[in-house]
């Protein structure tokens, strides 16, 4: 059904109105053929004499808009038409995105929906993303139908750095989060160890592999970059020396972050950025930028950050981000699609805190080689708690920690020496004296059952 400015749109482009007043507008020797309604707007041939070509109708755009009575906000396109001598009108009253209704759904799991062509817009995992537009421009919305499939599978993991907890928490029972600047600091270090781990096994010449449940693609999103780039350099971060005393260092994040950018690719750990301050340094790291392979800019404040964020030609191809409505309408720049905006699914708060729970990923820290860690094997199979068993456990590194040092230990030292809580190593000694594997002497001593 037409809109009344359809109806009077394609009244005048019927070939009658048309002849009738082309001469007067500057446009004698074009002639309509009969304009269609489709779902993205009114289509309609224009026959050419010889004086016109397709490209002189386009300059002539303002005598179309007079001779159509179009409003200037109205968009028309004029491009060559399907046989020689004709040109193509489209008058986009519509978008191609109305007719479907943008709720996310695991049914509908699409980032959004070209408003031009109407197609489904996809973003594959494995790009390293950069997602941009100013305050409330709907970047986190955005970025939703991605951070779902990211944490979607056995084989994906969802790691989240976001120091204003707000997008964060809402992915929690799905992701790894990091929302203070020493949980950052950590997540990374884990990273990049994870990073150098998987680069090192790569088979010679081998640049790929497949992720598997162990060793699973990685997503590592951080919302709101610009404040990682501040809160998360000089960060106070307690270590522990070889001579086991604890020193404070200051430490940044960002370092961490960048080789992530720079090598993560083949070792299937890709960072995607997000900010709303798209300027080079302060917003997006001078050494991250160039590793952006995909670019979703939503509103922008200045055709300047257009820029950082859409390539310096971006403008005078059309890509214009300053002008996009607010919220939720994107420009995705991949390499391979064109300026047509997006209109964003929205995947409410509610449906993410609804989504099935999933592990977090933590790196498997039974292959780093901790001394506590080695001493698994000597214990032996047949025990039957199997909490003594497990390598990642509390329990194996406190007997670890037990048996190596060979005289009778306070459970003081084995806090210290353990790094765990004092709560935590109550806990776990009573349970090891409970399953027989320890014994504590007259003095309060722990000893090594090795019998056990
Ligand atoms: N695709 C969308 N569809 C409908 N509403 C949206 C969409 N994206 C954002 N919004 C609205 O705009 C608000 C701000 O979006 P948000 O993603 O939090 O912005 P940003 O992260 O860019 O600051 C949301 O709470 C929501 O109400
Ligand atoms: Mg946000």
Redesign the pocket.
Known sequence: MPTAEERALLGRLQPEHWREHAEQRGLAGTLTGRPKLTESGIVCAVRLDGQWTATKLRSAEDHVRALLGARTSLRIQTKAGKRGGWAELTIRTRSAADGDD?LWSPERRSL?VDTVTGDQVTVPLGERLLIA????????????PLLFDASEGPANALVIIDLKR??GRLWDHRARVASTPEEVIAVVDELEAEMHDRLDVLPKGQDTWTPSPDRPRITVVV??GAEVVTAADKVPFPEVDDDGKTKVRTRSALPGLESIARMGRAAYIDLWW?T?KPTIGDGVPKQIAPQISTSIC?AVRTPAEARVVLGEDAQAKGWNADELP????ALVRDGKRKPDPV?????D?AVVIALPARTPWARHTATAGAPSITLVKDIPDTTSTPAATDPDSTDTRVLGLIRSSGQPIRQKELTEQSGLSKGTVSKVVKRLADSGHITRNADGGLIADEAA
């Open positions: 943008l959004g537009g100013r305050s409330g421009a709907g970047k986190s919305v955005a970025s939703r707000v997008e919302d709101e997000m709303q939503l607010v919220p939720g309408v209109k964003v699914r929205y995947m708060k």
